[in-house]
């Protein structure tokens, strides 16, 4: 997740025109390789555009791209671009961008015709059929006085139809067929080989305006009424609905995949071959192309080397969070005390004490686990239990048992009448580390992230051309 956020900020979506390649001058060169003005430009736009909360300046703009660069000359210094699963994820990222260059319209057009000569080869002579349906549910395992007691039930609907009722209305009383029934019992158009062939069989022989019998097939009983009966309509009519259904399927990347491997063949070339060129060719054309498929590149460099650097790195270092939490300890003050325990509720009232006597003396990480090996190790839950670092507010019977509110309301547990709390109050702030994991992990990330950044701009050259900046605008 962290991955795709990462890369959907460097390479936020912004339509532009293409600016001419011309008087492009070096805007700043790092590392020994030279920026020109479009890609900072073009980087800092997208990142500053409608919908940006935290929009910088141009100067802000220039210390964060530079620890961007920066970290990406670390991630090729690393050689992380050479690896298998680096190389699969870009060129998956960058062909995404690169298919819908080989599908033109007409190639969108004959597949459009080739679905509808598809669908009606499939329909057929039959044409399509529009029942209305009054559905009376047999369940599978249905006893033989069950079963009498649904056909009895169809019949006697049925005779009352017979009788001159209103079919819709009868339909929205007493249809099983929930999707149906508020419309009347209408089911939408039909080819043959849609739905149960019982059903169907007996549709396709009715007349428009005629009713069946009792049906019975296999998901129980049905008196069909016949609504309407027609041909496929011609392809200009439907032509709409057909290029609607190409979109929300993603035809169009499917077209392309297959134009791709012709190409290919056609060629005797690979089709990765055949995808870098057509990356070659449209990054000389469009510069927003260019760019694109750059941020894939980098942004994915860039979580690589941030992660190995600072997120996993600070996750899984225990002593280093331990040590960050001991050197700002004031940080993590409390401004009211908080109450590290659990609050349960029990089915039996011998078992308050007997979770109170299971974990005393337990480190509190382990209290979960062991309560669960003893009390709910089977298919029966004796207690129920709410685990944490509560302030007043976070729970009702904590509030009412630890800190003494009168109007504290406990949550009420079904069939675990019994409650009780164990645990201790902390006054002035967390006792260790782990009571403020989350604040204390991201806290360390960033203070890693901050010494990195530094290391990197010692170790790397880097200059900007002040001149050309200030035309930024």
Not at 7 to 28: E, G, H, K, L, Y
Not at 117 to 138: D, M
């Amino acid at each position: 997740m962290k991955k795709l956020m990462l890369i959907s900020m460097v390479a936020m979506s912004v339509c532009s025109q293409m600016r001419a390649q011309t008087n492009d001058p070096v805007i700043m060169t790092i590392n020994g390789v030279d920026v020109p003005k479009s890609e900072f430009e073009y980087s800092f736009k997208k990142n500053n555009s409608e919908g940006v909360i935290d929009k910088k300046s141009v100067d802000e703009y220039v210390y964060l791209f530079i620890n961007y660069k920066l970290k990406v000359a670390a991630a090729l210094d690393a050689h992380l671009d050479t690896m298998t699963s680096y190389k699969k994820e870009f060129v998956g990222y960058r062909d995404a961008q690169l298919y819908p260059s080989f599908v033109t319209e007409e190639d969108v057009e004959n597949e459009a015709k080739k679905v509808y000569e598809t669908t009606k080869n499939s329909i057929g002579p039959a044409g399509l059929v529009r029942p209305a349906h009054i559905f009376f549910h047999l369940p599978q395992k249905a006893t033989a006085d069950e079963q009498a007691a649904v056909k009895n039930r169809a019949d006697s609907i049925y005779n009352v139809l017979k009788g001159g009722a209103d079919f819709a209305e009868m339909a929205k009383k007493y249809s099983n067929d929930i999707a149906s029934a508020g419309n009347g019992g209408l089911l939408p158009w039909l080819a043959p080989n849609q739905t149960l062939k019982e059903f169907e069989d007996v549709a396709y022989k009715l007349n428009v305006g005629e009713m069946s019998e009792v049906v019975k097939s296999s998901m129980g009983y049905h008196i069909i009424l016949m609504k309407g009966k027609k041909q496929l309509e011609p392809y200009d009519s439907l032509r709409s609905d057909i290029m609607k259904f190409i979109e929300q399927r993603n035809i169009r990347e499917s077209i392309a995949k297959a134009k791709v491997d012709t190409i290919a063949k056609q060629r005797n070339i690979s089709t990765e071959q055949l995808m870098d060129e057509r990356a070659e060719e449209l990054s000389a054309k469009d510069l927003d192309t260019k760019y694109l498929i750059q941020e894939y590149h980098d942004g994915l460099l860039l979580y690589e080397i941030s992660n190995n650097t600072v997120w996993s790195a600070a996750a899984n270092d225990s002593i280093g969070q331990k040590n960050f939490f001991e050197k700002n300890r004031k940080k993590y003050a409390w401004d009211e005390p908080r109450y590290k325990g659990i609050a349960y509720h029990t089915r039996d009232k011998a078992d308050v004490k007997a979770v109170k006597k299971c974990i005393k003396g337990v480190p509190f990480e382990k209290w979960a686990p062991l309560l669960k090996e003893q009390f709910n190790n089977d298919s029966i839950l004796r207690i129920r239990a709410e685990k944490g670092i509560f302030k007043k507010g976070d729970n009702g019977l904590v509030d009412k048992e630890v800190f003494k509110q009168k109007d504290a309301k406990p949550k009420e547990v079904k069939d675990y009448p019994y409650d009780g709390v164990f645990g201790k109050i902390l006054k002035k702030g967390p006792e260790e580390y782990t009571d403020v994991k989350n604040l204390v992990l991201s806290d360390y990330q960033e203070e890693l992230e901050k010494e990195w950044v530094k290391e990197l701009r010692s170790k790397y050259t880097f200059s900007v051309n002040k001149d050309v900046l200030k035309t930024i605008k």
